[in-house]
Nanobody, 124 residues
């Protein structure tokens, strides 16, 4: 089973940018859709973005449209989340997850493998 591993989190000032990476361990990501979720303290884990196995289909949460970009490089077995125009509201632990589902990627229960998360803190 594929095991996602996140990296790239850190502290950034409001208005800044950050790129998160999600690498696959154990198996290739190539046959999986990959989603990014985030969880702020005291809040539910929420959908951020998802990309199909080929990269041909992408979904974003309304709260990040126009600011975040998800992409993948199957040759490197890695999915990226480029985040820009960050605000304090983006502060959260960011998780990537893998799914064999063909749709409904905004739902947590279609994902079978989750990473441990990476902290993103935006200072205002």
């Amino acid at each position: 089973q594929v095991q996602p591993v996140e990296s790239g989190g850190g502290l950034v000032q409001a208005g800044g940018s950050l790129r998160l990476s999600c690498a696959a361990s154990g198996r290739t990501f190539n046959s999986y859709a990959v989603g990014w979720f985030r969880q702020a303290p005291g809040k539910e884990r929420e959908f951020v973005a998802a990309i199909s196995w080929s990269g041909g289909s992408i979904r974003y949460a309304d709260s990040v449209k126009g600011r975040f970009t998800i992409s993948r490089d199957n040759a490197k077995n890695t999915v990226y989340l480029q985040m820009s125009s960050l605000s304090a509201e983006d502060t959260a632990v960011y998780y990537c997850a893998a799914s064999t589902a063909l749709s409904s990627w905004h739902l947590k229960n279609v994902y079978t493998s989750w990473g441990q998360g990476t902290q993103v803190t935006v200072s205002s």
